[in-house]
């Protein structure tokens, strides 16, 4: 048991150390490196032998894909020392691919004025992609008294080409004197290689003068990645080193795909080709299988033939594509592409269809829901494109057991460049079955032979259970005023349907119709209402319709009490008066309408029936004072005439609007009535000089103002009646204190 555990301990130790350890393992950056060699070349300072060669190497690590930029700098060790050109060949800017390996020829020539014994320490620096970094090698000049000179042929500007897994033995190597009678051996190399070469020489080293040639073949595997590769040929006798640059393509077998024309215009309905050419590169032998994308729309293609062997002279396949007339109009891009031997090459040309004889068909609405014993219909619409003319024959398919259908009319004949409709009728039978599903309407035109079809959904369903409510505004009034009735159907059977207001007199035994009135978009309704004196029962109902059952409310109380003798109705002397009558309408008909304006009346409305009954008792029994109650009552409706005006103009938000009434109201009312009392009243106290009113004092009021107005956005968001009734009573006494203060320190500073 004891070796056990420790196996298990042992185990469970290496596992999280395996873990951690590859928890811990840093994420591998994209980058490059870089690589030149030989390390060092010895060149002379005279003509023709002043340039030395080296072999650059760039590669890409973790997936690193960016274009790379090459400079060279140098130092010398003698002073003014000089190099008179470098070069990158092919190109100092090179585009470097994932997974890749460039081979870059660096030349450098120096002037024919150099010293002796100079050494020049070179860099070569690569950045690219955020990247920096850097490359070294030294080239000495010498000027022995006798030396030797390397040369290769093809040079590096004519580069062979051989196929990966090949040999080539195109270069010769060749020795010769150049300085003195040069005797010596000479070592020959290749510093740099890419993946898979290997350097076989004819002869190595050399002896010169005895031998001045080898033959230099360089034999590839099936691993050597392709491209051109810029090499470095090295001799070395021991003393000095001298180079020179040579080239070489490698190729696998492979192929090139080419189409021709490189687009086609046709109609829709009609065919065309495409001309497909395989060529083959460096002995490809492989069959491709040939294939097209990007095709229209009720479009087809092929091959002939397919698949195809690609030949040095290029193999040909004929691509036909066929469109009918539900191919849509426009340009496609297609994409062919051939695949075969491990490789894949793609080529594109573009499709264009123009628009031939044929049509369209819609239908809406594209769902319709029918009860057990009713119908439904759908219009389709039948299109000409192209000048189509033909008849077309219309069917339907899918349908629920127990519906039937009928068109009309069928066939349908657009004339050329219009619509035609066709009415689709479905029945459903008292036992037709309940579901949804869906409906393909077929369009067929014989001639010329076209066929379209869409699908709409159709629901058969039976009556659907409803539920009213009904609510009131209020549930104590006085005779006189409005109470609003409202209620919703559930679930919501849509807009326009009628429900009817009912009311009873005797507790329910008996009902009266109060109005008829629709529903919203919503199942919503309402109507304001103005009952006589007496208790009631009120309730809603509706009969139903085709898809939902009807149904009736509960039954909700109503007290109007007696109107009392009122103000405006003691000094005007009947209810029936239009002055009256104006200021019910705007207490009813504007204010009650809103939230805010029906939750000020209610503290106004408990203020003002406090003592108005009095008041007006005491007004009826005094003739005079009744015509000096109309004059003073005329500016009042005068104010509440231009602030119904505001209530109009700012109506497409009724909330808003019953605010910027209320506040014009206020706001003359404190002028017109209670500025002179005020400017009387200061007058006074400054004579005595116990008060002056100064801005400070409005300050306070000024806040409570913005305070009130703040609280009504909040009662307004938050549907929070007791805040509203607080928050509206406040802005109404704010507003008519501060226009009334306002006026009369006006008035003070004119007058002093």
Not at 341 to 352: A, F, I, N, R, Y
Not at 465 to 476: A, E, K
Not at 524 to 550: C, I, L
Not at 615 to 627: N, R, Y
Request: net charge neutral.
């Amino acid at each position: 048991m004891k070796t056990r555990s420790y196996l298990v301990l042992v185990c469970s130790l290496v596992l999280i150390s395996a873990v951690f350890s590859s928890a811990l393992r840093p994420v591998q950056a994209q980058d490059f490196f870089v690589s030149m060699l030989p390390s060092s070349v010895h060149i002379r300072n005279t003509a023709a032998y002043n340039t030395a060669y080296y072999s650059l190497s760039i590669t890409s690590y973790a997936g690193f894909s960016a274009s790379v930029s090459l400079y060279l700098t140098y130092t010398a060790t003698g002073t003014g020392e000089t190099i008179t050109s470098f070069t990158f060949h092919p190109s100092s800017t090179v585009s470097l691919l994932s997974g890749q390996t460039l081979y870059i020829g660096v030349i450098v020539t120096i002037p024919t004025t150099t010293t002796p014994g100079t050494v020049y320490s070179l860099t070569v620096t690569a950045y690219g992609g955020g990247k920096t970094h850097y490359a070294y090698a030294t080239l000495t000049c010498t000027n022995p008294l006798t030396d030797y000179w390397l040369s290769i042929t093809p040079s590096y500007a004519t580069p062979p080409t051989v196929i990966a897994g090949q040999a080539t033995s195109a270069y010769i190597a060749a020795v010769y004197g150049s300085a003195g009678s040069y005797t010596g051996s000479i070592a020959l190399s290749v510093p740099m290689l890419g993946v898979g070469m290997t350097p076989v020489y004819s002869a190595n080293p050399i002896s010169y003068p005895t031998v001045t040639s080898s033959t230099l073949t360089l034999q590839t595997t099936s691993a050597t990645p392709n491209g051109t590769y810029y090499l470095v040929l090295s001799g070395s006798d021991g003393v000095v080193t001298h180079t020179t640059l040579f080239g070489l393509v490698v190729q696998s077998p492979d192929f090139t795909i080419t189409a021709s024309p490189p687009s086609r215009t046709i109609k829709q309905g009609e065919t065309t080709e495409y001309t497909v050419t395989l060529t083959a590169v460096a002995g490809f032998s492989s069959s491709v299988d040939l294939s097209v994308s990007g095709l229209p729309t009720d479009a087809t293609s092929s091959f002939d033939p397919d698949p195809l062997t690609p030949t040095t002279s290029g193999a040909q396949s004929i691509l036909t594509v066929t469109t009918t007339f539900g191919t849509p109009t426009g340009t496609s891009t297609l994409t062919i592409s051939g695949t075969g031997g491990g490789k894949t090459h793609t080529k594109t040309v573009t499709l264009t269809v123009q628009t031939g004889a044929n049509f369209t068909i819609t239908v809406t609405p594209s769902s319709q829901t029918v009860n057990r014993g009713a119908s439904q219909t759908f219009t389709v619409t039948v299109t000409s494109v192209g000048g189509f003319n033909k008849p077309v024959y219309l069917s339907l398919s899918g349908h629920q057991t127990g519906v039937t259908y009928d068109f009309n009319p069928n066939p349908v004949t657009p004339s050329a460049g219009a619509s035609a409709t066709s009415t689709l009728t479905v029945y459903a039978s008292p036992t037709a079955s309940l579901e949804t599903r869906t409906l393909t309407i077929t369009a067929n035109a014989p001639d010329p032979g076209i066929t379209h079809t869409t699908t709409v959904s159709l629901t058969v369903a039976g009556k659907t259970d409803t539920s009213i409510s009904c609510s009131l505004s209020v549930s104590t009034i006085r005779q006189g005023q409005n109470v609003t009735v409202s209620g919703s159907i559930t679930p919501n059977p849509g807009a326009n349907n009628d429900v009817i207001l009912e009311y009873s007199a005797d507790g329910g035994s008996t009902w009266g119709t109060i109005t008829t009135v629709k529903t919203d978009s919503g199942g919503s309704f309402s109507h304001v209402w103005s009952p006589s004196q007496g208790n009631y029962k009120v309730r809603s109902r509706w009969d139903g319709s085709a898809a939902y059952n009807g149904a009736t409310s509960s039954q909700q109380s109503l007290t109007v009490q007696p109107p009392g003798c009122i103000i405006a109705t003691a000094t005007y002397g009947s209810e029936l008066s239009p002055e009256v009558q104006f200021l019910r309408g705007f207490r009813d008909g504007t204010a009650m309408s809103t939230f805010a304006g029906s939750e000020f009346m209610k503290v106004f409305n408990a203020w003002y029936y406090s003592f108005s009954p009095y008041v007006a008792d005491f007004i009826s029994k005094q003739p005079l004072l009744k015509e000096a109650m109309k004059i003073l009552l005329y500016p009042l409706i005068g104010i509440l005439h231009i602030s119904a005006s505001a209530y109009s103009a700012l109506s497409f938000n009724p909330e808003l609007a019953i605010v910027a009434t209320g506040l014009v109201a206020s706001g003359l009312i404190g002028i017109v009535y209670f500025a002179p009392f005020s400017l009387i009243t200061l007058l006074c106290m400054r004579r005595r000089r116990k008060f002056r009113l100064n801005i400070s004092h409005l300050k306070g009021l000024t806040a409570i103002w913005i305070a009130s107005i703040a609280l009504i956005c909040l009662a307004e968001a938050t549907a929070a009646q007791p805040v509203m009734m607080v928050a509206t009573a406040i802005l109404v006494l704010s507003t008519l204190t501060l226009a009334a203060l306002a006026t009369t320190q006006r008035v003070i500073q004119k007058l002093t």
